[in-house]
């Protein structure tokens, strides 16, 4: 499987985002991993890497809805609205508990959710992202 070299983890749930790393670290999916607990904070650490490394940005983003302050739509509506440099270099994939059919409606029509998944995170879910990733390389 090729390796992504970032991902960043969106979660509340620290023993969650824990879970999520050891997969994705242990499926060998990605070099390095980085959890946020807040959205807030993840929003603007890819402000900053975008204007300090923008090599560094992370390819994959896992988004929780339900978190407190910033909720996971808020952190879409946000996310939509950065530089064209950081939307087109991050892909965002919605992770969440909460994830049920009216969000599929929603979803497809998003500009910068590239698709959701239900938790429990597995490595069929890395799989099908690596599976994404590769058409689109192909396509």
């Not at 959890?35 to 204007?51: D, Y």
Request: aromatic share 12%; charged share 20%; glycine share 4%.
């Amino acid at each position: 499987m090729r390796s992504f070299n970032k991902v960043f983890l969106i979660d509340d749930d620290e023993l969650h985002n824990f879970l999520c790393e050891s997969i994705i670290r242990n499926h060998g999916f990605a070099s390095s991993v980085s959890s946020f607990q807040w959205a807030e904070e993840a929003l603007e650490t890819l402000q900053k890497i975008a204007l300090q490394e923008p090599a560094s940005l992370p390819e994959i983003i896992f988004l929780d809805i339900n978190i407190p302050g910033m909720n996971g739509w808020d952190f879409i509506e946000e996310f939509q609205k950065l530089p064209v440099t950081i939307t087109q270099s991050c892909q965002l994939f919605v992770l969440s508990s909460v994830v049920d059919d009216k969000y599929g409606n929603y979803f497809p029509h998003s500009t910068v959710v590239r698709d959701y998944f239900s938790k429990p995170f597995t490595t069929d879910i890395l799989d099908i992202i690596y599976d994404l990733h590769s058409e689109q390389q192909v396509g």
